[in-house]
């Protein structure tokens, strides 16, 4: 998923990180796979987030992928579907994800299912050095 995003020089997560965020004690992310024929073909990635505006929780896609030989099958389609069910199952009040405004496929498909874009949001991010230094108090 990162190389398709461009994003693999920014990748430092193990395996035993996944392992541990997913089915570790704490566990503070689930995972959805769909499969074609037996074989794994897509994953979604979510957890629970929560709307104060709404008062109640949502889920939160953080990555969908479907293998390249599989996409347009109704793969990335049926996974959406089984979140949103789990969302209403839940309570929660939303679903939602960030898509990256070059991924012209990935919006296509998004519109097409209803989704809409929050074009009056942007998204800000403190990691590293930065977050150390918030922490910290400095």
Not at 18 to 40: D, Q
Not at 115 to 125: F, I, L, N, S
């Amino acid at each position: 998923m990162a190389e398709y995003e461009r994003l693999s020089h920014e990748v430092v997560a193990t395996e035993e990180v996944l392992r541990e965020s997913l089915f570790g004690e704490r566990r503070v992310a689930e995972a959805l796979l769909g499969y074609v024929g037996g074989e794994p073909a897509a994953f979604a990635l979510f957890f629970h987030n929560f709307s104060t505006f709404l008062g109640r929780p949502g889920l939160y896609l953080e990555d969908l992928y479907v293998r390249p030989e599989h996409r347009g099958a109704g793969v990335g389609k049926a996974l959406l579907r089984r979140l949103a069910r789990l969302a209403k199952e839940r309570g929660c009040g939303r679903l939602e994800w960030w898509v990256l405004d070059w991924n012209e496929p990935a919006i296509r498909f998004y519109k097409n299912l209803g989704a809409e874009p929050m074009d009056d949001w942007t998204v800000y991010r403190l990691t590293g050095e930065k977050l150390d230094e918030l922490a910290g108090g400095r």
